[in-house]
Structures are given as C-alpha cells and as structure tokens.
C-alpha cells in the first residue's frame, strides 16, 4: 500500500489520545515518560494533526503551537514504526506547511535530532547565521 490512501485530518475529534500518548511517552527521544495528563495539555493547546490508515486507525502524529500570524513550533512529529518508508512523514509535514503557509506565517521553528534532511527538504534551516539571537530556557526535568 502507498502512501496515498492514508489521510490527514485536523479534525481534534479524530484523535486517538491514547495512542498518541503511549508513543510519544515510549518511542520518542523528546518525550518520553511524558505523562498522560501532559499529553492531554499538548494536545488540548495546539494545532493538531493526524494520519490515519484506509481502516481509521491512527497511525501519524504532529501538533502546531502557533498564533496563525507570525509564528508557530511544529513539534510531536511521530509516524508509527509499521507504515514507516512511506513517504507518510513527508506527506505529513507538506500538509501541515502548505496548512501553515495559507496562514500567512512569518516563521516556523522545530528542533530535531536526526531528520535535518527530511526538513531540509521542505526549505527550514540552522539558525545559525539568523540576524536574531534565538535563545532558549528549559527546565530539563520536564518531558
């Protein structure tokens, strides 16, 4: 099966929390032991994207933290291990851009270990070289 026949939807209605929350919680770098009442607030303030198989199971995840003017965090982007290879994570994040890009957006942050080409591809670059110093505080105990 390629990656046509799956579809993406923002519809919040759609998602499958419990899914979302056991892979983010188990099967990422950036969130694992993640609780579930954190990924219920993820979700609950974000912009939030699914993909999901012809048969409606979810099988594709991301979220946008975004004022829909001038800027917005794309993070949470989880393809799930079985359906990897194709294509889906492109598909998924092309959707979400060209989403983002009707918006008018000024800029569009995310921070990855490991898919710099996949983002690459779809125009994001280092920060390095920017005109604005981009800083960060983080409380690294929180996942």
Request: charged letters at 30%; a negative charge; aromatic letters at 10%.
């Amino acid at each position: 099966m390629s990656g046509h026949e799956y579809a993406i939807s923002d519809d919040p209605e759609r998602l499958d929390l419990d899914w979302i929350h056991r892979v983010l919680s188990t099967d990422t770098y950036w969130a694992e032991g993640r609780s579930r009442e954190r990924t219920e607030r993820a979700v609950a303030n974000s912009r939030c994207y699914g993909l999901y198989h012809p048969s409606g199971l979810q099988v594709g995840f991301a979220r946008v933290v975004t004022d829909l003017v001038s800027f917005a965090w794309l993070g949470d982007v989880y393809i799930d291990r079985d359906v990897r290879g194709k294509g889906l994570g492109k598909r998924l994040v092309g959707h979400i851009l060209d989403d983002l890009d009707r918006a008018g957006l000024r800029r569009i942050l995310l921070a990855t270990q490991g898919a710099e080409e996949l983002y690459r591809r779809f125009g994001f670059t280092e920060i390095d070289g920017d005109p604005s110093t981009w800083m960060t505080k983080r409380w690294s105990e929180r996942t």
